[in-house]
């Protein structure tokens, strides 16, 4: 395997990055795109890059991503994609009947230099946008940042296009979450609403992304956040945004356009980022934790203490999206374990290093950026060996060469089903989340055991 030729030893390469722990800028701006109602993500570049972001999102999924393109050829390559985007905008309002199209450049529209705004405005001028329908648009050049930024640039293009301030204060509360599953956008719903508190979130995905076979294809499914509701969200009370990195840019919009009171929160993985969640819910709305959250809570904690013995001072190592990352290590140090290195493609803030460090106890190490890639991160793994290995599809070949076990979290999961459905946020997704990690000790403890070991009861 070509993986076993990974050298221990690590040299320094400022420009090559092999198997980079990220993908492209588009591919994270049509799953945000995704999760508003009546919208379908439109790739302002070639086919061959929209053919690209849909299959990764088709993939990890297991759904038919519907999304369109300007379908770049030489000429549009050399004279701009202005033609194809407004033909494209044309034929897509006349067969597809969309309320919006969300389109995100590629990197050949950016190195091109397309006007984005002026070609809408022109599209508007033309009669091509029919009454009552939008055409909005995210830039998302992909030689720089990743799936990650990408979400993060198309939910601020979401605030800007269409959250308002009427001056009219409603009760709700708007959540605004980082690049999560549809499951984990369920789960948060699921605690606001034990709580009684209305809300607005978007983007949501669920029901979008993970919808049920019924026989029915819908080009639209019923999941997505209502336009009308996102428009609302600039009179909320205040919003929460879940995940600094997929969401800031975002809050800082819809606090200074709208005036509305933002706090960026850590994603609610593990118990103690879950309680911290609930608390500013609890505080905010001035409401008590359900009985049902507590019974939740109460299974979650009693499964962690019963099998402490497994979990305390195992060693994991821990690569993805800065967002979830911050929340395993929480969900890790909040079990007793002890992370030994995090690595991430994604830019994120120089805090983002010293917050892990903060959270796990100050030795673990941190990188960052386009070299912290997974030839890396098998190299530190080489030289400092964990129990468990927490990451996307992609660290298969490293858990399997170095016959580490393998939790698969984050983005993507193209081996295995699940992570669409069951989630790692909140109490019952911090449960499900648990019960794979002693799942996967239990089942290594048993393949390892000697015959006068091997145990009925663990
Ligand atoms: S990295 Fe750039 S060229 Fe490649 S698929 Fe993404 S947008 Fe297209």
């Not at 929209?50 to 549009?76: D, K, Q, V």
Request: hydrophobic share 40%; aromatic share 8%; glycine share 8%.
């Amino acid at each position: 395997m070509l993986l076993r030729h990974t050298p221990g030893e690590i040299s320094e390469r400022g420009a090559l990055t092999v198997n980079p722990a990220k993908t492209c800028q588009p591919v994270g701006a049509m799953y945000a795109a995704l999760g508003v109602h009546r919208c379908l993500p439109h790739s302002h570049g070639s086919q061959g890059c929209c053919a690209y972001h849909r299959s990764a999102l088709t993939r990890h999924y297991a759904e038919p991503i519907m999304a369109s393109t300007s379908s770049f050829t030489e000429g549009a390559s050399v004279f701009g994609g202005q033609s194809n985007l407004l033909e494209s905008i044309n034929n897509i309002f006349t067969l597809y009947n969309p309320d919006i199209i969300a389109v995100n450049t590629t990197c050949l529209s950016e190195v091109i230099g397309d006007d984005l705004t002026q070609i809408i405005g022109r599209a508007a001028a033309d009669n091509k946008i029919p009454k009552g329908k939008t055409v909005m648009f995210a830039s998302t050049p992909s030689f720089k940042g990743s799936h990650v930024t990408g979400y993060a640039n198309m939910l601020a293009a979401i605030v800007q296009s269409f959250a308002k301030n009427t001056g009219r204060k409603t009760d709700r509360i708007t959540l605004l979450p980082s690049f999560i599953e549809p499951s984990d956008m369920s789960e948060i719903k699921h605690i606001v609403s034990a709580m009684g508190i209305a809300y607005i979130m978007y983007p949501d995905t669920s029901d979008v992304v993970n919808g049920p076979l019924d026989g029915t294809f819908r080009m639209y499914p019923k999941g997505g956040t209502p336009r009308a509701l996102i428009e609302e969200s600039g009179d909320s009370r205040c919003a929460f945004a879940l995940g600094r990195v997929g969401t800031l840019s975002a809050a800082k919009l819809l606090d200074t356009r709208c005036k509305v009171k933002t706090e960026i929160l850590d994603l609610p993985i593990g118990i103690t980022a879950t309680d911290e969640f609930v608390d500013c819910l609890r505080k905010t709305a001035g409401v008590s934790v359900p009985e049902s959250l507590l019974l939740e809570r109460g299974q979650f904690v009693d499964v962690l203490c019963d099998k402490n013995q497994y979990l305390y001072g195992k060693k994991v190592s821990l690569s993805g999206d800065p967002d979830i990352l911050l929340g395993l290590a929480r969900f890790c140090s909040d079990a007793g374990m002890k992370v030994l290195h995090v690595v991430t493609g994604t830019p994120a803030p120089g805090k983002f290093a010293d917050r892990i460090r903060e959270i796990t106890g100050g030795d673990t190490l941190v990188k960052v950026g386009p070299q912290a890639d997974l030839f890396y991160f098998h190299q530190l793994l080489q030289n400092n060996r964990p129990d468990l290995i927490f990451g996307n599809t992609y660290c298969k070949y490293i858990a399997r060469d170095m016959d580490i076990p393998l939790i698969r979290t984050g983005f993507p999961i193209y081996d295995r089903v699940g992570h669409s459905y069951f989630p790692i946020t909140g109490y019952r997704g911090g449960l499900h989340l648990l019960v794979k990690i002693l799942d996967a000790i239990m089942d290594r403890q048993d393949r390892d055991a000697p015959e006068e070991k091997f145990e009925l009861v663990m």
